[in-house]
Structure formats: structure tokens, C-alpha cells
């Protein structure tokens, strides 16, 4: 019995350190996630309150894996990046639903003012 | 078995247990749920119905790792990205909304100004139908008035033209005895054909002007030359010209069209002219003149 939980024991320790480093480091959901944010900022996401929120939790986690990566956390890594590319998505379609509405602001006004 | 091996199988057994789902979700499951319900009760599910499903993918994955390990950090991970899916598909929906509306007060606008465009173009159809009636006539007056100086033209009577419009020359011996404002019969026979031609022209109006040569006074030159002009002026209103159609004016010698040096150049000079002018010219003004004196 001793051994066999002992089998059991070993076994999932290795499982655990496979988890740790047996995992390529996230490269291609660092290049995409750094692409969200970059097009959240040129597309003006930090004029907008509830966007620039969104924004800045993306940056946030994108500085977090970056170290997570160093320390060889690749799967934690990867999934902080995953929430990152959300918060970019999300920060953009903020940014983009506040000049849409700006623009029926516009036409709104347009229509009052004919005769 | 012994003591020690039946405790440790508990144990594991009893943390194998508690793996299978019975330690409460994780806050971030529950805000992950919450948001996917209010999302698929709003516009996502017809507007964003691929992002709905992305969302409910991303919740069910949350969902199942939560399941296999209740106490893992992955579940709260997965669960935080079901939630920002589920309010990407939100947000995307409502700028769909939002995008239709503006689509719908652009069609409005664009159907009033059509509208008020097709007004405008009603009225330039039928401005321009009456300018195109307008110069049909100006056009067939035009005709008539060619026609009936042809006419003239055949019948021995020539007219020029000139800047100030169609001049028929009447010489003066033709027309009236020397020092005479008394239309000679020939000259009558001839002003009728012309009355003929004018009644062909409405719309014209005309200037008889009386001119003398240089000999002897300018003033009773002024005097006979007017006097000379209006003998034709009435001469045509009695045959049928319209009054208010027709002026007439003494010029004298102002206006010699040959020497007067010669004979021949005298006897041209002595002239009536009728002037038509130009369609849409507007009225000389006559010279003030004195009041015409019969001539001894």
C-alpha cells in the first residue's frame, strides 16, 4: 500500500513540473495581445473613461506574463494573456460604440434643425 | 491494511471528493454567469449571435475546469475571460443598435430631401416648359418678321441691318416735294407694303427718323425733318400700325450718311429711315423736338 500511494505521490508531482516547464513559452499570444493593446491606444481608448479601465488591465496583465514568462510560468503566462487580448477587444469595441453614437448625437441634431 | 494506509486512503479519497465541485464558485464564475445571462437577454442574441456563442463557449469551458478542480487559479482565469466575452458581445450589439438608428435618420433625411429635390424639379420642369413656350414664340415672331422683310425686299423695298436693328431707307424725292412734308402718292403705295410688313411684327418697335441735307438752316432743317417723320408715322398708324408701336423724330443734317458736297451726295441725305429694332430693345427715347410748323 505504502508504495503505491508513494507511486501515486511521485507521479503527480511529475505531472506538476511537466505543467511547469515542459510548456513552450506563449510567443505568438504575447505578439497578438500586444497587437490589441496598441490598436486600443491608437484607436484613442484612453479618452474614454470605461475603455481606458479596460485598457489599462490589459497592459497590466501583458507586463504580468511577460514576468511570468522569465520565471518559467508558461501556462499562468498564457492564460494572463488570454484575459488581456479580452480587455483590448473589449476596450476597442468601447471606443468604437462611443464614435458611433457621437455620430447619431450628429444626426439627431441634423434632423432638428431642418425646417 | 494498517492504521496509517486506511488514514492516508481517507485522506485522498477525501481530497479527491472534495475536487468534484462542492467548495463554492469563485466570485469571478458567479460575475461571468451574471454577465452571460444579461448578455443573451439583450440585442447580442440577434445582433451578435457569433459573440454570443464565443462568450457561452468560453462560460461552459469556465464552467467544466471549475468542475475537475474547484480550487484551481485556471477556473477564475477562464471564468474572467467568459465575462469579457460576454461583454464584448454586449457592447458590439449595441453599437449595431445604435449604427441602425443612425442608418434610419440618414434615410429619413435623405428621403425629405429627395423629396423637397423633386419639388424643386417639379418647378424648374415647368419654368423651364414656360421659357421653352416663350422662345418657341420669340423664335416663330422671329420668322415672320424675316419673312415679311423678304416680302418687302421682293416687292422693290430693301432694308438693311444694322446694329440698331432693320433700317428700310426711304430716299426723300421719292417721298415728299422739295421744302414739303406731304406724302407724294408713290410714297404711299410704298408705306402701305411696309404697314403690311409691320402689322407682321408686333412686337418690334419702330423709329421713323426724318433727315435733310446741309443746305440752309440747321433749325428749319430740324423743323421739315420732323415733320417729315411724323407725315409717315401717321401715314402707317392709319394703315393699320399700332400707335403706342411707333415713334417718330427729326434728326436734320446730324446725321448725313453721303457728302453733301455733291448733288447725288445731297439727294441721299435727304431721307426718311424707318427703323425696326431688334426684338426686346428697349424704347429710344425721341429727341425733345419743337412743335412741327407747316411749311409754306
Known amino acids: 500500500m505504502k508504495s503505491a500511494i508513494a507511486a501515486i505521490v511521485t507521479a503527480g508531482f511529475g505531472v506538476w513540473l511537466a505543467g511547469c516547464s515542459s510548456t513552450p513559452p506563449p510567443t505568438q499570444r504575447m505578439t497578438s495581445a500586444k497587437a490589441s493593446v496598441r490598436a486600443a491606444q491608437e484607436l484613442g481608448a484612453d479618452q474614454i473613461p470605461k475603455a481606458q479601465l479596460h485598457l489599462q488591465l490589459a497592459e497590466e496583465q501583458v507586463r504580468h506574463a511577460d514576468e511570468l514568462i522569465d520565471r518559467g510560468e508558461m501556462e499562468r503566462a498564457d492564460l494572463l494573456l488570454q484575459r488581456a487580448n479580452t480587455d483590448a477587444q473589449l476596450a476597442i469595441a468601447i471606443t468604437r460604440q462611443d464614435g458611433v453614437r457621437d455620430g447619431l448625437r450628429e444626426s439627431i441634431d441634423t434632423m432638428e434643425t431642418l425646417p | 491494511m494498517t492504521k496509517t494506509s486506511l488514514t492516508w486512503v481517507s485522506t485522498v479519497v477525501g481530497l479527491a471528493l472534495a475536487g468534484c465541485g462542492s467548495a463554492p464558485p469563485p466570485k469571478q464564475l458567479i460575475d461571468a454567469r451574471a454577465a452571460y445571462n444579461r448578455a443573451s437577454r439583450s440585442e447580442a442574441t440577434q445582433l451578435a449571435p457569433a459573440e454570443l456563442h464565443e462568450a457561452k463557449v468560453a462560460l461552459q469551458r469556465a464552467e467544466k475546469q471549475y468542475k475537475d478542480d474547484a480550487k484551481s487559479g485556471k477556473t477564475v482565469d477562464m471564468a474572467y475571460i467568459a465575462q469579457r466575452k460576454a461583454e464584448l458581445a454586449e457592447t458590439q450589439a449595441q453599437t449595431l443598435e445604435l449604427a441602425r438608428q443612425e442608418q434610419e435618420i440618414e434615410a429619413a433625411q435623405q428621403m425629405s430631401a429627395a423629396k423637397a429635390a423633386e419639388e424643386t424639379k417639379g418647378e424648374l420642369e415647368e419654368t423651364r416648359g414656360m421659357l421653352e413656350s416663350e422662345r418657341d414664340a420669340r423664335a416663330a415672331a422671329e420668322i ?153
Open chain 2, 144 to 296: 415672320a418678321a424675316a419673312e415679311a422683310l423678304a416680302r418687302l425686299a421682293a416687292q422693290g423695298t430693301q432694308s438693311t441691318e444694322e446694329e440698331r436693328g432693320t433700317v428700310i431707307t426711304m430716299p426723300g424725292t421719292l417721298m415728299f416735294s422739295s421744302g414739303k412734308a406731304e406724302l407724294r402718292p408713290q410714297a404711299r403705295q410704298k408705306l402701305e407694303k411696309v404697314a403690311t410688313a409691320i402689322e407682321e411684327m408686333p412686337e418690334r418697335q419702330i423709329i421713323v427718323e426724318g433727315h435733310t441735307d446741309s443746305t440752309g438752316s440747321a433749325e428749319l432743317n430740324m423743323q421739315l425733318s420732323e415733320a417729315r417723320a411724323n407725315a409717315v408715322r401717321d401715314y402707317l398708324v392709319q394703315e393699320g400700325v399700332n400707335a403706342s408701336q411707333i415713334q417718330a423724330t427729326g434728326v436734320g443734317p446730324a446725321d448725313p450718311v453721303a457728302d453733301n458736297a455733291t448733288p447725288e451726295g445731297r439727294a441721299e441725305n435727304r431721307r426718311v429711315e424707318i427703323v425696326i429694332a431688334k426684338d426686346g430693345a428697349p424704347m429710344q427715347q425721341p429727341m425733345q423736338q419743337p412743335t412741327p410748323m407747316p411749311m409754306p
